[in-house]
């Protein structure tokens, strides 16, 4: 559940009347021969469900759920034999997939399912057990997990998704629980910008240089482009295997960075981060930058800072952040020529130098009270101080 703050000329006048937030518990599933071919059937049918409704949906151009259910319904209930909400959830998956981009037909390829209240609960009785709704009807699978898991399984479940992971051929269970936080509060604001050589810079002095996290997924994108010019059925097999560990690494890195950052604010701290819709389209960068940028994950580095500030009831608001990058923390010159480099400001006014990013976080930290206000800072170096976390060193495959 997001922390939802009402728009006003300052954060102060915020409401926040969140006292309880949503985590994600990770389980893996112990399954018998029986009960794993009945999940992985019905995981097959829920997945050339969601590829025929996209088909429709692209035919016909309706996205809206509410219209595409009239058109498919029916039809995906009686040809892939799947219960009446896997059906919907399965319309809601593709409708939600179109939301975001309509230039071309969708195509589903994970073995994965949306479970809502009516096709999944959690049997704590004894040992903890997931009643699943399948298309042979409800199977009682046998959590395999730990003493942690148990714990915040006691909270209330709100759904889950059955996740079939095709390098260590299992199915785990993500369960969606409540837990209980405290109700945010603060009224210092912390701005954080967030790029790719620096991943994230914070105004209280907290940075993550992102170059060897860069070089790390440089040797993941070669080995990929190697691996698909070859072509053969191991490369194929190989590429598999490397998309998983790929995606574990980024996860595991982002979690990271984003512990760290929180575990480094004060108690009263307000974190201020930048709207990022459209930042795709609207930041200019090199052709051989486009897969580094294009592929990263800013927006989930900054869901992982929300949910984890909201634990230790930390604030987080979102501001716009149109000339972040441009205007002057010392004297508020906004010029275009004050961005010298990609990591050089330098005001053409008042002559104040300081790293880009760092100038944008302050900025934003600005931003967060309700308008700009000149802050007094060193006006020489651009090194960072304070809080500097290194990116955790990975050994090349």
Not at 192 to 208: E, P, T, Y
Not at 324 to 339: E, L, V, Y
Request: glycine share 6%.
């Amino acid at each position: 559940m997001r922390k939802h703050v009402e728009e006003s000329g300052s954060f102060k006048e915020g409401i926040y009347e969140l006292m309880e937030a949503a985590k994600t518990v990770v389980c893996k599933l112990d399954c018998s021969e029986d009960e794993f071919k009945k999940l992985m059937d019905t995981g097959e049918a829920f997945r050339d469900a969601c590829n025929y409704i996209s088909e429709v949906a692209w035919n016909n151009r309706v996205y809206n759920p509410v219209a595409l259910h009239r058109l498919v319904y029916y039809e995906t209930k009686e040809r892939f034999n799947l219960p009446a909400n896997l059906a919907i959830r399965a319309r809601d998956r593709v409708a939600k997939s179109y939301k975001t981009d309509r230039k071309k037909q969708h195509k589903f390829r994970q073995l994965s399912m949306d479970l809502d209240k009516r096709l999944f609960t959690l049997l704590r009785s004894g040992e903890f057990r997931a009643s699943i709704s399948t298309i042979y009807g409800r199977v009682k699978v046998k959590l395999a997990i730990g003493d942690y898991q148990r714990e915040l399984l006691k909270n209330p479940v709100r759904d889950a998704k059955l996740v079939y992971r095709r390098d260590s051929k299992e199915f785990y269970l993500h369960i969606t629980v409540l837990v209980k936080v405290t109700e945010p509060r603060g009224d210092n604001p912390v701005g954080v910008d967030i790029g790719i050589n620096k991943l994230l810079v914070a105004s209280n002095g907290f940075s993550v240089n992102g170059k060897p996290i860069e070089h790390r997924r440089q040797h993941f994108r070669k080995l990929r482009s190697s691996l698909q010019r070859k072509g053969t059925f191991s490369a194929k097999r190989r590429l598999k295997r490397l998309s998983g560990r790929e995606h574990r690494w980024a996860n595991t890195v982002l979690h990271q960075i984003s512990r760290a950052f929180v575990n480094s604010l004060q108690k009263g701290t307000v974190v201020v981060m930048e709207k990022l819709n459209g930042i795709r389209q609207r930041c200019k960068h090199r052709k051989k930058q486009r897969a580094t940028f294009h592929s990263w994950a800013f927006n989930r580095l900054q869901q992982m800072i929300e949910y984890k500030c909201l634990e230790k009831g930390i604030p987080v608001v979102y501001v716009e952040p149109k000339y972040t990058s441009q205007r002057c923390p010392r004297c508020g010159t906004i010029d275009k020529r004050n961005r010298r480099t990609q990591s050089l400001f330098r005001c053409v006014a008042c002559g104040y130098q300081h790293n880009a990013d760092v100038v944008a976080s302050l900025n934003l930290s600005e931003l967060a009270r309700g308008g700009w206000a000149a802050v007094n800072q060193p006006d020489a170096g651009i090194a960072l101080h304070g809080n500097h976390l290194q990116a955790p060193s990975f050994r090349a495959e």
